[in-house]
């Protein structure tokens, strides 16, 4: 039973427009959301995070959402530049920071120049 | 400073044989964990040590999978016998106990790619 979906595979973006990359999770007690991006051949990295206390959360380019009610987060990456190309976790936790991560499936990015 | 690290890259077992992976976390950090992901599938959790203690250890398939991490430094998993379902990629993860200032970030390693034929 996955607790948390990442429901498309994949997305593909013009560079320089808007992505939005969605998460969806089901268990009402994860707390605390992140977003990793992995390229072949190397280990996820670490992109941003949301406690669920917040709503949003920005850095640089890349903004997380988080909708509680809805059990929803999206990542947007704006603008979409080519080597933003990865595959995109959306991760969740509980009891906050150094708990294990429930990952999704992953988003495959593609951005085209 | 030195990332993750962990060895070896990839390895090819029969069914039956014994692997074990080696993980080097980031010099002064106490968490360290063991991740999986099995053929393009989620990365699913298989345990963590908080020093040279297993602080959790519920995603552990089955007890043909050893943890260790003596002395609280690097960490060895080992596979035996290893299975065909045992394929897939390996992530050793480490990260600072620092409340006020961890932002939850785990670090990871490139990966172990085990691959059972």
């Known amino acids: 039973d996955q607790q948390v979906k990442q429901n498309s595979p994949s997305l593909s973006v013009q560079e320089g427009r808007i992505s939005i990359l969605n998460c969806d999770y089901t268990n009402s007690m994860f707390d605390y959301f992140l977003w990793y991006k992995k390229y072949p051949a190397e280990g996820p990295t670490f992109l941003i995070s949301?406690?669920?206390?917040?709503d949003k959360n920005e850095d640089g380019r890349f903004t997380v959402f988080l909708n509680k009610s809805a059990k929803h987060l999206s990542l947007h990456i704006v603008p979409s530049q080519p080597g933003d190309s990865a595959v995109y976790f959306c991760?969740?936790?509980?009891?906050?920071?150094?708990?294990?991560?429930?990952f999704g499936k992953g988003i495959t990015l593609s951005v085209r120049p | 400073e030195a990332g993750v690290t962990q060895f070896p890259s990839h390895s090819v077992i029969e069914k039956g044989q014994t692997v074990t992976l080696r993980c080097d976390p980031i010099?002064?950090?106490?968490?360290l964990y063991w991740y999986r992901r099995v053929m393009g599938k989620e990365i699913k959790f298989l345990l963590h040590f908080v020093k040279e203690s297993k602080q959790d250890e519920s995603g552990m398939p089955n007890n043909r999978f050893l943890a260790e991490r003596t002395g609280g430094t690097y960490s060895t998993l080992k596979v035996q016998p290893a299975e065909l379902e045992d394929s897939g990629v390996y992530f050793c993860a480490s990260s600072q106990v620092s409340h006020r200032t961890n932002t939850g970030e785990l670090f990871f390693g490139e990966g172990s790619r085990l691959t059972v034929l």
């Open positions: 010099s002064g950090h106490d968490n």
């Open positions: 949301i406690s669920s206390i917040k």
């Open positions: 991760a969740a936790s509980v009891y906050g920071a150094n708990s294990k991560l429930t």
